[in-house]
């Protein structure tokens, strides 16, 4: 859906190099409270003065942390449950209920959903881009749909890039290990001084993970390419075009039903994933201060696999408004609409009964932002007005009070409805999960279901009481009705039916602590508990989501700056058990090792899951999906710019 483009972010995200005066590690907590973000009102705002639990991952988290991949940057979210199940799949949801298809989890890349309609979820494997292209993560634990429609139930992750001015000249990255190789390739220029562009290239190849005794078949191959060009038309008009194109190929180990004793056969397979996608935005300023935007998307990916093989088309269509009224009012309204055209390879065991559909989602919302008392207190109210092809008209409203008790006291509160839609795998499918000698134990759709809903109660506190220190508090109370899992029809059959509900509450904590100009301490702790009601998924050959998430999360990140260019970082993580998941706790270790041997060539020493060789993170029963464990790794990391 639409954002606006973050167009008064800090110039810390002005260029790549890491020891430029502007670099995050050199702002001041103060400084770093007011980084703008975009996620909560779709508009800029200080991250300070935004009434939800938002987090934020800069760039520079993502350089100094060591990751190689966007959900291993998503670890360092408080309260965001990141899981590896495979060499190439994972698990990745906030406030519960995780699983593969995580389908409350609703994810942007600079205002393009790359949520799922098919399965309502993420397909993580397919969602690689060059990091130092990355400007910022923002990440929105709670409710969104008041803005941005449905499938934000339990949150938002909006991976925004930077502009192509921002990434002048080239640079070339690689990183060499025994569990993977990955090269990059990026070059920025300008024709004239109001037209900026950027291209880039990516191959990577990540090796087997581990598994006993069978060993793993999760290998993961890929290549992809984009550009980006940012073209300011005149004072008031802004226009950007860009677009990526990928192929990869991930390895796998199907067992697939059969009606011949052993009822099941094994095999392993390299499925085929490809994707392409082209965005162009026009932002134009109009008098006295308010905005339009006018954005347009075409998105594209392909899936095969033994069990299906699926293609999607989404066309997007966004136009946002944003205004101000005399009474201390702020209003943000739009209008959107999306075209998916599917269409599914089926097979033995996956038959999607109409093979091609096209889907229509219309959209409108408006939101007021109240200034009660100027600078101290405000009041944003707003609503989400959808018509599906599934469940016909929804309403999603939410109510956000934000007070500011003092200079240094932030204290806010939500209200929010948001719904899931139903899916095309839920609701017009057969999916033969085991074989006996009387046929096939099956789960069927049902095109008589209901949006799954949600009710979420949230309380806020940020503080910065003294310099060297800020804190950031968020609790939360969630209801959800309506959701879905199989139901028994018969001792080979089962249904897919709104059948349970849940209750989930917690806590999350992340704080900010320098207890000398060289060095900082950014622990996170998150607490959470969920209960079910009603039908368990066993059935359905999914994950029994109630305990599917750790009841504790700990998170400690330590960044050191040395002389000569040398820069020290250690990530210490702790993870609950999964309960319902077989899965034990574990505890990690990250390491790093930074050095600036140049002006223009840096090196890190990067080490992974260093306190034991290999752990299990997740399990599920998805189709296609062979439990492995993360391994203890280490790679040499260089990257030149010039």
């Known amino acids: 859906m639409l954002i606006a483009e973050p167009s008064l972010t800090l110039a810390a995200n002005d260029s790549d190099a890491p020891h430029l005066p502007a670099d995050l590690t050199e702002l001041s907590l ?118 941005w429609g449905a499938n934000a139930v339990n949150g938002i992750i909006n991976v925004v890039t930077k502009k192509a001015k921002e990434t002048q000249g080239l640079l070339a990255s690689t990183v060499a290990g025994p569990e993977e190789g990955i090269g990059t390739v990026r070059y920025g220029g300008k024709v004239g ?71 099941s056969r094994t095999f392993d397979e390299d499925g085929t994933l490809s994707s392409h996608n082209l965005l162009t935005r026009w932002t134009h300023r109009l008098e006295g201060g308010s905005e339009t935007a006018l954005q347009l998307y075409y998105d594209s990916y392909r899936r095969d696999t033994v069990s299906l093989g699926e293609r999607v088309h989404t066309y997007d269509a966004d136009f946002q408004h944003r205004f101000t009224l005399p009474l201390r009012q702020e209003i943000v309204w739009g209008l959107g609409y999306r075209l998916t055209s599917d269409r599914f390879r089926n097979s033995a065991n996956t038959i999607v009964i109409k093979d091609a559909r096209d889907i229509s989602l219309y959209s409108a919302f408006l939101q007021d932002e109240i200034k009660l008392i100027p600078d101290r207190l405000s009041l944003t109210l707003g609503s989400k007005l959808l018509h599906n092809d599934y469940t016909g008209f929804e309403v999603q409203p939410s109510a956000r009070l934000l007070w500011q008790a003092a200079k240094d006291h932030t204290f806010w509160t939500a209200v929010s409805r ?51 220190l800020s804190l950031d508090i968020a609790t939360f109370y969630t209801h959800y ?23 989930t509450s917690g806590v999350e904590v992340a704080a900010d602590w320098r207890p000398v100009e060289w060095w900082s301490l950014r622990p996170a702790l998150t607490y959470f508990q969920a209960t ?35 820069e020290f970082d250690a990530w210490l993580r702790y993870m609950d058990r999964l309960r319902d998941l077989s899965v034990p706790s574990y505890t990690t270790l990250d390491l790093r ?49 010039y």
């Open 30 to 147: 103060e400084e770093l409270m007011n980084v703008e973000v975009t996620s909560v009102s779709k508009k800029g705002q200080p991250l300070s003065h935004s009434a939800a639990a938002i987090f934020v991952i800069t760039q520079e988290d993502i350089r100094r942390s060591g990751v190689t991949s966007i959900p291993e940057a998503l670890r360092m979210v408080p309260g965001l449950n990141v899981a590896k199940i495979d060499g190439n799949k994972w698990a990745i949801t906030t406030r519960g209920l995780n699983d593969r298809y995580a389908n409350k989890l609703l994810v942007l890349i600079d205002g393009r959903t790359v949520y799922s309609p098919v399965f309502a979820g993420t397909y993580w494997e397919l969602q690689d881009y060059a990091l130092e292209d990355i400007d910022r993560i923002e990440v929105i634990r709670g409710p969104g749909g008041s803005l």
């Open 193 to 263: 001084s109001d037209l900026h562009y950027r291209a880039y290239g990516k191959y990577f190849n990540r090796d087997t993970t581990y598994n006993s005794p069978a060993g793993a078949h999760d290998d993961w191959r890929a290549g992809r390419g984009g550009f980006r060009a940012d073209w300011t038309a005149s004072s008031r008009n802004d226009v950007t075009v860009q677009g990526d194109y990928s192929e990869a190929r991930i390895g796998q180990r199907q067992t697939l039903a059969t009606l011949t004793s052993p009822f």
């Open 418 to 468: 948001a719904v899931r839609t139903p899916d095309r795998f839920r609701e017009d499918s057969t999916l033969n999960v085991a074989g006996t000698g009387a046929g096939f134990v099956k789960v069927l759709g049902n095109d008589q279901l209901q949006s799954e809903a949600v009710i979420s109660y949230e309380l806020g506190y940020r503080t910065t009481p003294f310099e060297q």
């Open 481 to 503: 009705d309506h959701l879905t899992y199989a139901s028994t029809v018969n001792s080979l059959t089962s249904r897919y039916a709104n059948n349970a509900s849940a209750r």
């Open 532 to 566: 079910m009601e009603g039908a368990t998924p066993q059935t359905a050959g999914t994950t029994s989501q109630a305990g599917s998430t750790p009841e504790r999360q700990l998170s400690l990140r330590s960044r050191i700056n040395m002389s000569h260019g040398m």
């Open 593 to 641: 090792l930074g050095w600036q041997a140049t002006k223009s060539l840096t090196l890190d020493l990067v080490g992974q899951n260093l306190l034991d060789p290999h752990h299990p993170e997740f399990s599920t029963r998805a189709g296609g999906t062979q439990i492995t464990e993360v391994q203890r790794s280490a790679f040499i990391r260089l990257t030149w710019r």
